[in-house]
């Protein structure tokens, strides 16, 4: 069914505002993301500024903002939540025109909400936040901040202190992905189609992802000007446990598996993310062997690319350069992508079984696979 102009753009996005971490130690996790990832402090919140319940930091670099939150007391939704997940993703939050409206057009659609419409203000202005339910314990956040002009938000300081490492090149988030349960991927694919607009992009069935272990399935949903891009994974059978199948078992539900952010030079990135202790899934040399016969020419030197275990991938509009980390909690959960992206507007399905094959050598290590 073709959609009309009326409802077409009913949840206009102006990108990601922030992801918000649930974390058992927001000051050591900041420190963490500072030192490996090049953030730079930008904001806080909790008692000093009259929040008793919980601590945030809020780091920034370019247009990427996290924020880092972690409870200051044991019988609270943030402490059940990091009891049960680890430290990982709560909140998605998105960059509204209108928040009372994006809560509005989206729980009449059936949307369970999570925050009601709410207007808070201090002497810079105002900011208007509401929020829905997605997949397990996670949220969107739909923020509104055309009349604010302070820091971050009301009840949030301006952070700064002398530790500065320098940035490392990330730019701005280009997707974030979500693992969700058993024969639950069409689900959420309806729920983003029907409640939030979006289009199905992309489809990756369990033939073109899968190895001689493991299987997933995978669609990719985004709005319609592109800026806010979410695939979902669900698990298929497989003669072994799937990465999917294992991130479900430590994080005991649903919930976001990786954030991709893009660089404009990711060899330079890498090699300072690696310089600064940042661990990265290990590809086989002999990818490398016929890179440019499977992908054809490329800008870049192959020799560099090698070294660090940067894959590439290439779609009709251009290529992609892509790597992914190793799980950034004690749990196998949540891990970071950093993509470059050279024209090519895909994800890379040319390197799954690549990529697939090397989380599994992971898994085999752990004695989850």
Known sequence: MESTPNDQDFLPLLGTDYVE?????????????????????????????????KVSYVLMQDKVRLILTTPLHPSSVIADHVHTHGDGVKAIALNVNDAYDAFEQTVKRGAKPYMQ??????????????????????????????????????????????????AVGLKYIDHCVGNVGWNQMNTWVRFYEEVMGFKNILTFDDKQISTEYSALMSKVMSNGNGFVKFPINEPAE????????????FYKDAGVQHIAIATDNIVDTVTQLSGRGVEFLNIPSTYYDDLLD????????VAPLKKLGILVDRDDEGYLLQI?????????????????????????????????EAIEREQENRGTL
């Open 238 to 249: 497989g003669k072994k446990k799937s990465q999917v199948e294992e991130y479900l078992d």
């Open 117 to 166: 419409p709410k207007t808070m203000q201090d002497e810079h202005g105002e900011i208007k936040m509401s929020g829905i339910h997605i997949y397990g314990d996670t949220v969107h956040l739909f923020i509104e901040r055309k009349n604010y002009k302070g820091v971050f938000m009301p009840g949030f300081r301006k952070h700064e202190s002398n530790y500065k490492p320098s």
């Open 294 to 301: 499977r992908i054809g020419p490329i800008d870049e030197d």
């Open 21 to 53: 971490f649930y974390v058992g130690n927001a000051k050591q996790a900041a420190h963490y993301y500072k030192t490996a990832f090049g953030y730079q402090d930008f904001a806080y919140s909790g008692p000093e500024t009259g929040d008793k319940e």
């Open 324 to 356: 992914f980390t190793k799980p950034e909690e004690d749990r196998p959960t949540l891990f970071f992508e950093i993509i470059q992206r050279k024209g090519a507007q895909s994800f890379g399905v040319g390197n799954f079984k690549s990529l697939f």
